[in-house]
C-alpha cells in the first residue's frame, strides 16, 4: 500500500444520542439512554451518560439526535465526534 491510498477505516464505536447542551464552542453534550436489566432485581432500568463531542462548525443545537464517533482525545473531556445528523429537533 503506497502513502497516497487510504488506509482502511477501523472499528469506532458509535453511540446515537440526543444534544442536552450546545453552549461551548465546538463542543456539545450529548446524553445517550440505555436500557438495562437490574443485576438483583431483573426490572428494566434507564441508565445514561453524558459525552462531549466535537462540533467543529457549530451546526448541531439543542434537541437534534446525532450519531457520534469516539475518536482521539481532542481536549481534557472530549474525545467522540459528532459524525451524522438523524433527526432535526422539532420546533416548539
Known amino acids: 500500500m503506497t502513502d497516497t491510498q487510504a488506509l482502511p477505516v477501523k472499528n ?7 444534544i ?7 463542543t456539545v453534550t450529548v446524553l445517550i439512554e440505555r ?8 426490572k428494566i432500568v434507564a441508565r445514561s451518560s453524558k459525552y462531549h463531542a466535537h462540533d467543529e462548525s457549530n451546526q448541531y443545537k439543542l434537541g437534534d439526535v446525532v450519531e457520534i464517533a469516539e ?6 473531556t472530549k474525545a467522540w465526534v459528532v459524525t451524522k445528523l438523524i433527526e432535526k429537533a422539532r420546533e416548539v
Open 12 to 18: 469506532t464505536r458509535t453511540l446515537i444520542g440526543r
Open 20 to 26: 442536552v447542551s450546545d453552549k461551548r464552542d465546538k
Open 35 to 42: 436500557r438495562t436489566k437490574h443485576e438483583l432485581y431483573g
Open 71 to 76: 475518536g482521539r482525545p481532542i481536549s481534557k
